[in-house]
């Protein structure tokens, strides 16, 4: 069993920047392959980025390319979301969730288990 918290979301103007955490517990987080989705009010929970256990691969989804970055300590059990430039149509509660696997996955399905998520809000 994996227990996931997220962090730091909040209220921030666009283009401004916010920095998600992600803290799980329970079993060697380096052993899992961690995953950010996102769900926006009245729209199915989206894929936005993942990165292999060891950190050497990451994968985004096109709407945040370029914005986003993902990272991970695994010393700390901790992953990050950093995201630049924030658009009001990044709002979205933000969910981290891991992988019992060492590759990126992109589907919900791919995903053992999940956080209680963070909302973030972006004013026009």
């Known amino acids: 069993q994996v227990q996931l918290l997220e962090s730091g979301g909040g209220l921030v103007q666009a283009g401004g920047s916010l920095r998600l955490s992600c803290a799980a517990s329970?079993?060697?987080?380096?052993?899992?392959?961690m995953g950010w989705f996102r769900q926006a009010p009245g729209k199915e929970r989206e894929f936005v980025s993942a990165i292999t256990a060891g950190g050497g691969s990451t994968v985004y989804a096109d709407s945040v390319k370029g914005r986003f970055t993902n990272s991970r300590e695994n010393s700390k059990n901790t992953v990050y979301l950093q995201m630049n430039s924030l658009k009001p149509e990044d709002t979205a509660v933000y969910y981290c969730?891991?992988?019992?696997?060492?590759?990126?996955?992109?589907?919900?399905?791919?995903?053992?288990?999940w956080g209680q998520g963070t909302q973030v809000t972006v004013s026009s």
């Open positions: 329970g079993r060697p987080f380096s052993n899992y392959a």
């Open positions: 969730a891991a992988r019992r696997a060492n590759g990126i996955g992109k589907g919900q399905t791919d995903y053992n288990y």
